[in-house]
């Protein structure tokens, strides 16, 4: 085999919480008086929670302290919050749970790598963490992505190398934090269908004839 693990991003590849954000971010927004709408929320997949908050805030009129804006980050969080609680088993795409098991089964070693602080609430929620040797998230890393170090980490601990393990992104910066770190990249969706992945997958399963290659 090519590659012994394999590292998810969540939101976007294992899960969709899109709508979540966008729902979160848009009543602050709107509160603020700020214009925001869906192809802005687009531009912030794989960005940390502040560096989102900064670019949403650079649409207002007014510069806001440091203490507001963590104030801002911590009520996005908790309209967030509140509507992944809704969240159940139900909600991973059949594809998805699929890919898991037929990866498991023939023996990769699996990792989540998200900028997430929230991604051990969704694994739970999802019934999904028994799937994973490892689990890296917002909580864990001092810089985001692009920035490889979250990848580094989740390779760290399945005790692999980079060059042995592929990423598995739906966002430019992830794609660009992969690279960074020496990781081979397989990008899903159409949001970064033009970056420079080695794969595009529309897909989660397609990733099974990937690396039967």
Not at 45 to 50: C, L, P
Request: glycine share 6%.
């Amino acid at each position: 085999m090519k590659y012994k693990g394999i590292i998810f991003d969540l939101d976007g590849v294992l899960c969709q919480t899109d709508e979540y954000h966008y729902q979160a971010w848009k009543q602050l927004a709107d509160r603020l008086q700020i214009p925001f709408d869906r192809e802005q929320n687009n531009s912030l997949r794989g960005v940390s929670r502040m560096e989102s908050l900064n670019i949403i805030l650079a649409n207002g009129i007014r510069q806001y302290s440091e203490a507001e804006k963590k104030m801002f980050a911590a009520e996005k969080n908790d309209l967030y919050c509140k509507q992944l609680a809704r969240m159940t088993p139900d909600d991973m795409p059949d594809d998805v749970k699929e890919t898991l098991i037929a990866l498991r089964c023939s023996g990769y070693k699996l990792a989540v790598g998200s900028s997430s602080k929230n991604a051990p609430t969704i694994i739970n929620h999802l019934g999904i963490a028994s799937f994973f040797d490892a689990i890296v998230d917002g909580n864990c890393i001092t810089r985001s992505k692009p920035d490889p170090e979250i990848f580094l980490k989740a390779a760290k601990l399945l005790q692999l190398n980079p060059s042995d393990c592929l990423v598995v992104e739906d966002a430019a910066s992830g794609v660009q934090a992969a690279h960074a770190g020496g990781f081979d990249c397989a990008v899903i969706g159409n949001t970064a269908r033009d970056t420079s992945a080695k794969w595009n997958i529309i897909h989660l399963n397609e990733l099974l004839s990937i690396i039967n290659r």
